[in-house]
């Protein structure tokens, strides 16, 4: 109903004949053209019944919407359906209704031209009768159709100069025009006025006619009303000018224009104009010409808004000349809709009884909708997405209703899975429950974003897992999903590509595991490319030559189409990633790239374990052989000073070789690169005592192999004297280790040594041994120790440059 955009307008001579054609056809003293919105029905020509419109309660006519050819109901009051109306029980108790349904093209009813009497006719309208209420009803039609196309030529036009700002003023002229049924001054009189109110800059107006050889003015309006008959020579004015080039003209100043008469200039309070040639086929009528007193009034754009009017003037006066116009404009905008490259669809909700949305079915597509859906436009119109694509994801409904129960457009990009193929576009409601849509493939655009992002995401997999079999199980995943493949997985080749290990693999739901080990030849020629290092692709084992002759085995274990991409070492496959697909498919360049990129990755990733476990051996042999060495440094001190007296020095010097064997098990364990602070100092403080009598506060970081050991030999001798002299040597006594980092233009490490709960602290009254150069040498050899004898326990400060404690990243 929207599209004809007829509700509410003012009554016209041609539906009001028809309907007074129908009631005199029928004997009837009612008639109407009826038309039914969605919560009233409206009369758009009535005779015999006054109301305008009524409500769809009071409504007749709904229940012609469904029915195929002429409703008549003999007896209203009979009749369950209309037995309490309140147009039957009470004024204007009418009893026999008959009504043909006004249906358009596309099939949609949209009212009735109903009969209606107040006695009942139980033999209801004879043959004759019932057939001039179609010939009258198809009429009506016609005219709707004929008016809605007047309707889009203009509003195409008034579109084409953007001119929005005169659409009221040109449909007001158009409406207008629709009724004057060729009368020549009415029309000229609307189009007039209609121009002067659509162009702000106009002061008077006139449609100035060819009679011969000169211009006679008619309907003039504004500072040219006193003018009216008014002739001028065709040689000598703008408007002939413009009515012997047929061309429109713009003048922005009369006193240098060399068609206008000087003498005419301050008659008619002229300075500027427009003026456009009006027409009937080829025949100049005359010319339509705006005017004002000042110079320069009026821009291009008013010059072609003006145009459009005299074009509104044309199609009045010639009504076939209009409809071949409009059959044109049709068979332009059919040919541009057929030509688009993007896909286009107009497509109509469908409703269960209660109202709510289900599905949609296709009313019209474009050959751009085949093309980017792979399916043939003329089998889809008239049916269901679900019908047409089943198994269509569920949002492709549900979004498409909210456009049509909220009105509001919405962009799109989704999958049709079923189809393997992403789309993006908008969708728009049109009028009721139609939408429209306009969309294009982008499948490829989608594709390369999901596989960009797969490979970063299997990236950062890469190089946070340790193990192989995480590696493999990571990259399969990524890779099944990312392809929408049904299997994804990863295998060891055996000898000469014979045999394969498969690890444990991802499926999609449904799809069973392939994991343990396969022979090549069970499914068929495949091992020649990955004997050579390159890529097996099949994309329809059942045509393929390499398995075609016995695809069974493949689809056995659900497989339609497959890739094998090998992972090569000194350019032999040892191993290959594989992808299988339960249907057939065309993997693309595009996918084989990705796949390779991953077996890449995957290789570089299994390299890089390899290499780590092989440094983990080395570093536990070199651990086994540096610990071995410090065993035997022992052995030979303990021989060698087995005679010295004094074993304090000796048993102090095992101690210390001890104290960097430990240092050395923690280096171990972070590869010789770096150890972590915490750690350091937990394994050589617990040879000292039980870790219950330190508390450590500070935060944990990775520390270089220097710092590790300097820091193991500091912590040993303040923990031996204390274990000696100190707080460890009382049952009650206890050490805290503190440590900060401090910022300045050298970030420093700051560790504090602070005792307490022991004896009674007397400073030492020499520089001490050995022992205590270790503490004054403080951290890393800086020798910044300050040492604070306290009556409580010993306080010590050490500071040593961030940068020489911490590991230095590269």
């Not at 006193?226 to 047929?246: D, E, F, I, K, N």
């Not at 296709?362 to 049916?383: D, H, Q, S, Y």
């Not at 009721?432 to 950062?460: H, S």
């Not at 040879?687 to 192999?705: C, E, K, T, V, Y």
Request: overall charge negative; glycine content about 8%; some cysteine.
């Amino acid at each position: 109903m929207d599209g004809f955009d007829i509700l509410d307008t003012p009554a016209e001579e041609g539906f009001d004949d028809l309907v007074n054609l129908a009631a005199l056809a029928c004997g009837v003293p009612v008639a109407l053209v009826s038309l039914v919105d969605r919560d009233r029905q409206w009369f758009k020509a009535r005779v015999g019944f006054p109301p305008c419109e009524t409500d769809l309660n009071s409504s007749v006519c709904k229940f012609v919407l469904a029915e195929p050819d002429i409703l008549q109901i003999p007896d209203l009051r009979a009749d369950p359906r209309t037995s309490t109306n309140p147009l039957v029980t009470g004024e204007p108790f009418i009893r026999f209704y008959a009504g043909a349904p006004l249906r358009t093209p596309a099939g949609i009813t949209i009212g009735s031209l109903c009969v209606i009497d107040q006695q009942p006719r139980l033999e209801g309208l004879t043959p004759a009768q019932q057939d001039a209420l179609r010939r009258a009803a198809r009429q009506v039609m016609t005219l709707l159709d004929m008016r809605r196309a007047i309707q889009q030529r203009d509003a195409l036009r008034v579109g084409e100069t953007g001119a929005f700002r005169a659409r009221e003023a040109l449909r007001d002229t158009q409406a207008a025009l629709a009724i004057v049924d060729g009368d020549l001054p009415a029309a000229l009189r609307h189009v007039v006025a209609g121009a002067i109110r659509a162009i702000p800059a106009a002061e008077g107006g006139v449609v100035e006619l060819l009679d011969g050889a000169e211009l006679v003015y008619h309907t003039p309006a504004g500072t040219l009303a006193p003018h009216v008959g008014l002739r001028l020579s065709l040689t000598h004015s703008l408007a002939g000018h413009c009515a012997t080039t047929r061309t429109p003209q713009r003048m922005d100043d009369a006193l240098t224009n060399p068609h206008v008469r000087r003498d005419l200039c301050d008659r008619l309070k002229l300075r500027s104009a427009i003026a456009v040639p009006v027409l009937r086929g080829d025949t100049v009528l005359g010319v339509l010409k705006l005017q004002s007193a000042q110079a320069a009034a009026f821009t291009d754009a008013d010059l072609a808004l003006l145009g459009l009017f005299a074009g509104a003037t044309t199609a009045s006066l010639a009504e076939s000349e209009a409809r071949a116009e409009t059959r044109s404009q049709d068979v332009y905008w059919r040919g541009l809709f057929d030509r688009l490259s993007e896909g286009f669809m107009i497509g109509e909700v469908v409703r269960d009884t209660a109202g709510r949305i289900t599905d949609w079915r296709f009313l019209e597509v474009n050959p751009a909708w085949g093309t980017l859906l792979g399916l043939e436009p003329a089998t889809v119109i008239g049916r269901t997405v679900r019908n047409v694509i089943p198994g269509v994801e569920e949002e492709w409904i549900t979004e498409f209703a909210q456009v049509v129960e909220s009105g509001e457009a919405v962009t799109f990009t989704r999958e049709v899975q079923t189809l393997r193929r992403w789309y993006e576009g908008r969708a728009f409601k049109l009028d009721g429950d139609r939408f429209g849509t306009i969309f294009l493939d982008v499948t490829q655009r989608v594709g390369a974003e999901l596989r960009r992002n797969a490979l970063l995401q299997l990236g950062d997999g890469l190089r946070d897992l340790t193990t192989t079999a995480d590696m493999t199980r990571a990259a399969a995943e990524i890779v099944g999903r990312t392809l929408g493949a049904t299997r994804a997985g990863f295998g060891r080749i055996i000898g000469d590509v014979e045999e394969i290990d498969i690890e444990p693999d991802w499926t999609a739901p449904g799809q069973v595991s392939i994991a343990g080990r396969h022979q090549f030849d069970t499914y068929g020629d495949l091992r020649a490319p990955l004997r050579q290092g390159e890529p097996l692709v099949i994309n329809d084992v059942t045509t393929d030559p390499r398995t075609a002759a016995d695809p069974a085995a493949l689809q056995a274990i659900g497989v339609g189409a497959l890739v094998n991409m090998p992972v090569r070492e000194r350019e032999r496959a040892v191993a290959m990633f594989i992808v299988h697909d339960v249907h057939a498919r065309v993997w693309t360049a595009e996918e084989l790239g990705f796949l390779r990129n991953v077996a890449d990755r995957l290789e570089a990733g299994v390299a890089r374990v390899r290499a780590e476990e092989l440094q983990g051996v080395l570093n536990h042999e070199l651990a086994h052989r540096l610990k071995n060495t410090l065993a035997i440094v022992q052995s030979i001190a303990s021989s060698t000073l087995r005679n010295v007296t004094e074993r304090e020095p000796v048993e102090a010097f095992e101690r210390r070789v001890l104290a960097l064997s430990r240092a050395h098990d923690v280096l171990m364990h972070k590869s010789w690169t770096a150890a972590r602070m915490r750690h350091v100092m937990e394994s050589v403080l617990a040879m000292q005592a039980d870790m219950d009598r330190f508390a450590l506060d500070g935060p944990d970081m990775d520390i270089s192999p220097q710092a590790a050991l300097s820091l193991s030999l500091l912590l040993h001798e303040l923990a031996t004297n204390a274990l000696k002299y100190g707080a460890l040597s009382a049952t009650t006594g206890k050490v805290r280790i503190a440590w900060r980092t401090e910022d300045g233009k050298a970030p420093t490490l700051v560790l504090d040594w602070s005792e307490s709960g022991g004896p009674a602290v007397i400073p030492p009254s020499n520089r001490g041994g050995f022992g205590s150069k270790l503490i004054r040498m403080g951290l890393v050899g800086t020798r910044v120790a300050d040492l604070r004898y306290d009556p409580v326990g010993l306080q010590a400060e050490f500071r040593a440059p961030l940068a020489d404690v911490q590991v230095q990243v590269h």
